[in-house]
């Protein structure tokens, strides 16, 4: 396999557009407007130029590249603290018991609270993956070469990581959620609102949005079924969130509905079971060592590949191929773990 996951950089501009474009809608992260794109790219290269361990409001862009074609097949996103500059705000759904005596009745109501819970966690986001490759098994490379970058940066990374995940969203593009809520108070589409969301942040939905709790019963019957469930194709994402520790703990996004998946940091499963170890041979392509994600760098010398690992006291074997593809050589420490 010819895939490598690598930094972005200002020349991935107008494939990154073209994927934004690609997404069907409702990915904040990837919004299709070239203006936004380049500054998400410019803002990344500062990320990856930043050397101190600390922890900012960095945002790291990745691009997973066909080396063999030279064309881009997907990216994805890490923000390394959420919430600094603009709150971050999401819906927590919770419920409430009442009780009448007069009637001996208890009532218990789900209510829908707009809080900024998350702020200050780090984010993983803006992944997409071309089409073309969501049956090459590299869905997984994409997702979660980000937490062996993690785990090499760990200082830049909050203790609490999430992942928001996007809700259910009709052919039209329409999402019942917004048109359920917050559409009621905005003389706006949620095409319109998402695209304004994705260019200037969500501010205006605490500016114009009730900030008293919201009686799920009153909202409509598809708003209330969507509510905290993910789009059809982000069902397999939700799986592989769910395989790595992350949980619905009850906050949903305030424009679609979405799902907000959350992990302790260190409990990740990549970042808790990769490995550091020296790469002591060379080893044919295609040998029948298990296959693992594998990265090597730090910052904007990341890269991550599928390989074939063997392990052993001394160290590891790494197929031929992965070397070339990240750039290394017998010596040099790489880290990995289990795909």
Not at 84 to 103: A, D, M, V, W
Not at 149 to 162: E, M, P, Q, S, Y
Request: glycine share 8%; proline share 4%.
């Amino acid at each position: 396999m010819t895939f490598v996951l690598r930094t972005a950089h200002e020349k991935d501009l107008d494939a990154l557009y073209r994927m934004a474009k690609g997404t069907g809608g409702g990915f904040t992260n990837l919004p299709p407007d070239k203006p936004t794109l380049q500054a998400k790219l410019a803002s990344a290269a500062k990320a990856f130029a930043r050397e101190d361990n600390t922890l900012n409001d960095d945002l790291f862009v990745f691009i997973l590249e066909d080396t063999e074609t030279g064309k881009v097949r997907g990216t994805c996103q890490i923000m390394s603290q959420v919430g600094t500059e603009l709150p971050f705000y999401s819906y927590r759904i919770g419920r409430i018991t009442q009780h009448s005596k007069e009637l001996d009745r208890t009532f218990r109501a789900e209510m829908l609270t707009l809080c900024t819970d998350l702020d200050g966690s780090s984010e993983v986001g803006g992944l997409y993956l071309d089409p073309t490759e969501r049956s090459s098994g590299v869905g997984k490379l994409l997702a979660r070469s980000r937490y062996l970058f993690i785990r090499a940066h760990r200082a830049k990374f909050a203790d609490r990581t999430l992942a928001e995940l996007r809700g259910a969203i009709d052919d039209a593009g329409n999402s019942p959620f917004w048109d359920g809520l917050a559409g009621r108070f905005f003389d706006m589409s949620f095409r319109d609102a998402d695209e304004f969301n994705a260019r200037h942040g969500n501010q205006f939905i605490a500016d114009l949005m009730p900030k008293h709790p919201i009686y799920t019963a009153l909202l409509s019957e598809g708003a209330r079924q969507v509510m905290g469930q993910p789009h059809f194709s982000g069902r397999p994402a939700m799986r592989m969130l769910e395989d790595e520790g992350f949980t619905f703990q009850n906050y949903v996004d305030i424009f679609d509905g979405g799902p907000s998946m959350i992990a302790d940091t260190d409990r990740i499963r990549t970042v808790r079971e990769a490995k550091d170890a020296p790469i002591t041979a060379l080893t044919a392509t295609g040998d029948e060592s298990p296959t693992h994600i594998v990265s090597h760098g730090r910052l904007a010398d990341f890269r991550a590949c599928l390989a074939q690992v063997g392990e052993s006291p001394e160290g590891v074997t790494l197929d031929e191929r992965a070397a070339w593809l990240l750039g290394v050589k017998v010596g040099d420490t790489i880290s990995f773990a289990p795909a």
